[in-house]
Structures are given as C-alpha cells and as structure tokens.
C-alpha cells in the first residue's frame, strides 16, 4: 500500500519504519524540514531502538520518502495516517490545532483532486475530537463515498515502540457508528485483531489505558512509601500481590457498576487511609478514593431521581450476589435515600432472609432500616406490578419470570450490566452505558 503519515515525531516515526518494513511504500509529511532531510537520508529523527535501521533499510530499497508538502503526500498515497502532536494546553487542555490544521489540508488536496482515499487519525484526542474533526473539514468527502475515516490509537512505549508495533498488546478501530469498518486498511496496516467502537470509544480507550496505567504507578508508588515507613520491601509486596491473576491483575472488579461496599472494602481503605495520616505519610490517591466511591453512588441517585417515578422497585439489596450481607451496601444507601424522600420503594432479593440475619449483619439493618421486613417482598412479581422504574442490581429473577410481569410504560436501570433485560418490553437503561 501507498501510505502517507503525517507528523514525523515518535509515533509517525515508528510508525513509518515498521510499514515500510511489512512492504509498504512510505511517504512522510511533515512541517519540520529537519525531520524530512532525515526521513530523506534514512535517519531516524528520534532515539528509538531498530528505528535507524528500518528507515534506512526502507531509503535504501526505495520504499521511504518524506516531504513538507501535504499535497504532494495526499496524491502520491492511497492511505493518510495522522500522527501529528496534540500537546498540553496551559490550562491542561489539550491542543487539537495541529490535528486541526493536517485535516483541512488533507480535505482541500482531496476535495480539489476527486480521488478516493482512507484517512486514519492515530493522535491522542479526547472523545469527540475525531467526529468534530469530520463535522468542520470532512463531511462532504465522507457522505460522497469519497474518503473512509478511522481512529486508531496507538499503543506504543518509547524505548520498545518497535516491539510494540510488530506485536501489539491492543488492538482498536473505530469507525463513525461503532460497526465493523467498511474496507480493510487499518487492520492490515496497524495489525493485531481490533476492536471496533464507535470514534469516541476508540478515543476513549486510549485514555481509558494510559489514565490506569497512571493509576496503577500511583498506587505501587503509595504501597511503596507505606512500606518504606514500615520498614518493608516494597516491591516486594508489590510483586506478590501482583502474583494474583485471579483478582488482583484481572478483569474481575474492572466493570462499571455498582459502587464498591460490603464489611471489607469501605472498612480497610478507610483504616489504611487513616493509618496514614497518623503516620504522616501522604496518599492522595487512597485519600480520594472514598470520595470517588460516593460520587458514584450519588450520580446513581440522580438518575433515579430524575426519572419523576415515585413507585420504585430493587432488585437486589445485598451489596452483591449470592450473599446476604447488608454491611456497606450501596443499594441499602439508595434505599434510605429514596425512603427518606417519599418514594414508595419496594425490594426482592432471594437471598435475604431476614429470621437469619445474626451479629453485625442484623444490627446495621435494625439501625439503618427498621422497617424492611415491610418492604422486603417474597415474590418479584409483587416488586415488579408495583414499580413504575425498577433498579436491577442483581440477577435475582429467571427473565422467563420476568417478560410477563414487566410494561411497556416501566423503566428499568441496569446497574450491574444484567444487559438481557433489554430484550423485556419495558424502557431500558444503562448507570454506565446506554
């Protein structure tokens, strides 16, 4: 294939080396004309491992060149990939104008010149920004049939960039309406078995990665002062908790949802927290991590409230399924909430059993709900025929149970990601998804 890559810095650079090497005949775009007199010499313009290599191994053969001309990039190329910088604003937004300014050129070398063409943006933009992109320069070519547009972020770490390239640990395409795409380019040019979203979830998956990888070193880096203050090895005991790939390096608690509660967790990131400010040890992240905790809980209650359904219905009450423990339950603190303001709430979880609540279990419920023996119903149909909105936070009902009970005119929030409750004929919705 004939590819054009705009923005010859890391990724553009990398980027151009590892196509050429698979075959592909090379053109680099770029304003800096000491990046293309290196491009054009076979020089790499960074300090990456292999990359000199490549590209002059891609020079040499005739499969790599570079110009400050868009025009001449676009028409001398089937596929354009837009690499270019999107640097930090000085408020820490972010800076689209050199995404801004390649897609008005690459529109107006198109526009002018009729020819076909697909154009990958691969730069770090927030959600939105590819679509916005469209909307301003593209969206004549795109409605013709003209121009095919992706997004494809880019997973690569300096240092092992090449590496990362010629084996990717992921793979993600997205495409205007999140469907597989129309033609083949991206997966034959980028590798790997993508992933298909729609723009913004394409874009929002490159954040996704790099705000928890941030998260993660964060985290070994405050397990590692606590440590140090302890007199412990701190990468030791990073290392061991790492060993736990049923758990701890999982997708087990990776699923938006319910907030976080039961006797353990609120109890132990409170004690931690505490521990450290008795220590003088500073925790930022463990500090707001409480805080983060309520703040969903609270946009849970928001979008029950904003229904203006007064007649509500829980499924599930326990803090999560197959248990009875009510200690720290999110959906205990919905329902105080929602009594407290007048809302008719009734609850079906099949595995309370009030007569057995014994120790702690009981004594939260006798303080925090008195009454819900009166509200705890037996049957879900009795919960069901009642509510006007239902919030599922538990498969606790066969959906066979469920089809003849539900009506069209009810709402159901899906908190969990029970998403079989969409094909029900009643209203349905997402707390984190649509």
């Not at 990362?164 to 997966?187: C, I, K, N, Y």
């Not at 248990?323 to 105080?336: C, F, I, K």
Request: with cysteine; charged share 25%.
């Amino acid at each position: 294939m004939k590819v054009s890559i705009f923005g010859l810095g890391y990724v553009g650079a990398v980027t151009a080396g590892c196509l050429a090497e698979q075959g592909h005949v090379i053109i680099g775009a770029d304003v800096q004309p000491e990046k293309v007199d290196a491009f054009n010499t076979g020089r790499s313009p960074i300090v990456e491992p292999e990359l000199d290599d490549l590209l002059n191994t891609a020079r040499r053969e005739g499969r790599l060149s570079a110009t400050t001309s868009a025009q001449e990039a676009v028409l001398g190329s089937d596929v354009s990939i837009i690499c270019v910088g999107t640097p930090s604003l000085e408020s820490g937004g972010l800076n689209l104008d050199f995404v801004r300014k390649v897609s008005e050129q690459i529109a107006a070398v198109l526009r002018s010149s009729g020819k076909k063409h697909v154009i990958l943006f691969r730069s770090t933009m927030l959600p939105g920004s590819t679509r916005h992109m469209v909307d301003d320069f593209l969206t004549d070519l795109r409605a013709s049939g003209q121009i095919r547009i992706y997004y494809c972020p880019e997973f690569l770490r300096e240092g092992t960039a090449v590496k990362d390239f010629r084996t990717p640990s992921l793979a993600v395409v997205g495409t205007h309406d999140g469907q597989a795409p129309e033609s083949s380019e991206a997966r034959e040019l980028l590798g790997g078995e993508p992933a298909v979203l729609g723009w913004e979830g394409a874009e929002m998956i490159k954040y996704s990665c790099n705000y928890f990888h941030a998260l993660k070193v964060g985290f070994a880096n405050e397990i590692g002062r606590l440590c140090k203050h302890l007199g412990e090895d701190g990468a030791r005991v990073m290392q061991v908790v790492c060993s736990d790939t049923k758990l701890n390096i999982s997708s087990y608690y990776m699923k938006p949802g319910t907030p976080f509660g039961g006797s353990c967790l609120p109890k132990d990131v409170s004690a931690l927290l505490s521990f450290g400010r008795q220590e003088g040890i500073s925790l930022p992240l463990l500090a707001n991590t409480l805080d983060s905790n309520q703040s969903h809980l609270e946009l849970l209650l928001k979008l029950i409230t904003s229904k203006g359904l007064r007649k509500v219905g829980l499924l599930g009450l326990s803090f999560k399924a197959d248990t009875d423990d009510l200690r720290g339950s999110p959906m205990v603190a919905v329902a105080e909430n929602l009594l407290a303001r007048g809302y008719e709430v009734r609850i079906y979880d099949p595995s309370l059993n009030l007569s057995r609540l014994i120790g702690a279990n009981a004594a939260e419920m006798k303080r925090r709900m008195p009454h819900l023996e009166s509200l705890l119903k037996q049957e879900v149909g009795e919960v069901i025929e009642h509510a006007d909105l239902v919030v599922a936070s538990k498969k606790c009902a066969p959906l066979e149970v469920l089809k003849p009970l539900v009506r069209p005119n009810q709402l159901v929030i899906d908190v969990n990601g029970w998403r079989d409750l969409k094909t029900l004929p009643w209203s349905y919705e997402g707390l984190c998804w649509s």
